[in-house]
């Protein structure tokens, strides 16, 4: 593989003027995953990485990346304590382009990190606090998606009743998931800037701080507690000290973003399903109704949270319907 990175390496003199590249490697793994990619090194020493989609959904998730790191304005990082990697250039390579971006510093945490590790979770907490309170117009005037509490509730209701519909959702879930659709005030929440995507496989730590988010495609204006959802896949105290330091360091008053941030925690099993039944994977389908059993008896222990609001004013189904009706000849 080693022609594949020279031939990257080359690719980047073209992307980036001036560019001298002194030393290369494969960044990941050479024969596997949605991109090839290198780590170059120039000759005042600084890091640069290009990287190549092997298919239209990675060049699709690029080009989305690529608008979101330009709309990140330097003045908008500024307000970031974190870094962002900063587009430098671009080369066309068959039929689609490698990208040229800089190179940010820090690894990939884990889940049990955060909980061994308080100090790196107050740092998630303060990182994802800073994005939610970004300027709500820069991602406006980029024309990146907006949505209002009320697509996201509809986006949530349709997940599930296509996750229903395949007959493989426990009873108790769809009882739970349903209570949470009709909560209406579990749903009043402001739009803030939103990531999208974070998860262990995004964030760069160094120490016990963030250094660097990567992957920005799903940027947009949305519902914050999203953010927040995946580490709800790790232990409850991490969950706690994350939360703490996104409320200590500004992240809002919404009383009810932990309660959503666990409806959308429960409804990744219900992606998981239905990406395996649109793949006709039987390995995939099996082990997400594996997962779907293991939640129930989560939201059975005496100590589980409920996805209800904290002071729940609930909508009747019928009202819910009429709501998403409504919405969807608004936005449709």
Same mark, same amino acid.
């Not at 995004?202 to 949305?222: K, Q, T």
């Not at 200590?248 to 409804?267: C, I, K, T």
């Not at 219900?270 to 995939?284: F, N, R, Y």
């Given at each position: 593989?080693? &022609?594949?990175?020279?031939?990257?390496?080359?690719?980047?003199?073209?992307?980036?003027?001036?560019?001298?590249?002194?030393?290369?490697? /494969?960044? &990941?793994?050479?024969?596997?995953?949605?991109?090839?990619?290198?780590?170059? %090194?120039?000759?005042?020493?600084?890091?640069? @990485?290009?990287?190549?989609?092997?298919?239209?959904?990675?060049?699709?998730?690029?080009?989305?990346?690529?608008?979101?790191?330009?709309?990140?304005?330097? &003045?908008?990082?500024?307000? #970031?304590?974190?870094? +962002?990697?900063?587009?430098?250039?671009?080369?066309?390579?068959?039929?689609?382009?490698?990208? +040229? /971006?800089?190179?940010?510093?820090?690894?990939?945490?884990?889940?049990?990190?955060?909980? $061994?590790?308080? $100090?790196?979770?107050?740092?998630?907490? %303060?990182?994802?606090?800073?994005?939610?309170?970004?300027?709500?117009?820069?991602?406006?005037?980029?024309? #990146? =998606?907006?949505?209002?509490?009320?697509?996201?509730?509809?986006?949530?209701?349709?997940?599930?009743?296509?996750?229903?519909?395949?007959?493989?959702?426990?009873?108790?879930?769809?009882?739970?998931?349903?209570?949470?659709?009709?909560?209406?005030? #579990? !749903?009043?929440?402001?739009?803030?800037?939103?990531?999208?995507?974070?998860?262990?496989? +995004?964030?760069? @730590?160094?120490?016990?701080?963030?250094?660097?988010?990567?992957?920005?495609? $799903?940027?947009?204006? *949305?519902? =914050?507690?999203?953010?927040?959802? !995946?580490?709800?896949?790790? %232990?409850?105290?991490?969950?706690?000290?994350?939360?703490?330091?996104?409320?200590?360091? *500004?992240?809002?008053?919404?009383?009810?973003?932990?309660?959503?941030?666990?409806?959308?925690?429960?409804?990744?099993?219900?992606? !998981?399903?239905?990406?395996? +039944?649109?793949?006709?994977? /039987?390995?995939?389908?099996?082990?997400?109704?594996?997962?779907?059993?293991? #939640?129930?008896?989560?939201?059975?222990?005496?100590?589980?949270?409920?996805?209800?609001?904290?002071?729940?004013?609930?909508?009747?189904? &019928?009202?819910? $319907?009429?709501?998403?009706?409504?919405?969807?000849?608004?936005?449709?």
């Amino acid at each position: 593989m080693a &022609g594949s990175q020279f031939t990257l390496a080359a690719l980047a003199t073209t992307a980036v003027p001036g560019l001298v590249v002194t030393g290369t490697r /494969t960044l &990941g793994s050479a024969a596997a995953g949605d991109y090839e990619s290198a780590l170059l %090194r120039d000759a005042d020493g600084a890091l640069t @990485v290009i990287r190549r989609p092997r298919n239209q959904r990675a060049e699709a998730r690029q080009s989305a990346d690529l608008v979101a790191i330009r709309a990140l304005s330097a &003045g908008i990082r500024t307000r #970031l304590p974190f870094g +962002v990697a900063e587009y430098r250039g671009q080369a066309p390579i068959g039929s689609t382009r490698a990208i +040229v /971006t800089t190179r940010l510093p820090g690894a990939h945490p884990t889940l049990a990190s955060f909980a $061994e590790r308080p $100090e790196l979770a107050t740092s998630v907490g %303060r990182a994802l606090a800073a994005i939610h309170q970004l300027p709500t117009s820069f991602v406006s005037d980029a024309g #990146l =998606p907006s949505l209002t509490p009320f697509e996201v509730l509809r986006s949530a209701v349709s997940v599930m009743d296509r996750a229903v519909a395949t007959k493989l959702v426990p009873a108790a879930l769809v009882e739970r998931w349903e209570g949470a659709a009709r909560d209406q005030q #579990l !749903w009043q929440f402001t739009p803030t800037v939103v990531h999208g995507s974070i998860g262990t496989g +995004v964030l760069l @730590v160094d120490g016990e701080a963030v250094s660097g988010i990567l992957d920005w495609g $799903e940027l947009r204006l *949305g519902d =914050p507690a999203k953010d927040l959802a !995946w580490v709800l896949a790790g %232990r409850r105290d991490a969950f706690d000290t994350v939360l703490s330091a996104y409320e200590a360091n *500004g992240g809002g008053r919404d009383r009810q973003l932990a309660q959503r941030a666990r409806v959308h925690h429960e409804l990744e099993t219900a992606h !998981w399903l239905l990406h395996g +039944v649109q793949a006709k994977s /039987t390995e995939v389908v099996d082990d997400a109704v594996a997962m779907m059993h293991r #939640l129930v008896d989560a939201v059975h222990a005496p100590s589980a949270e409920p996805l209800q609001s904290v002071s729940p004013e609930t909508m009747e189904i &019928g009202e819910v $319907e009429q709501l998403l009706s409504s919405t969807e000849r608004r936005h449709g």
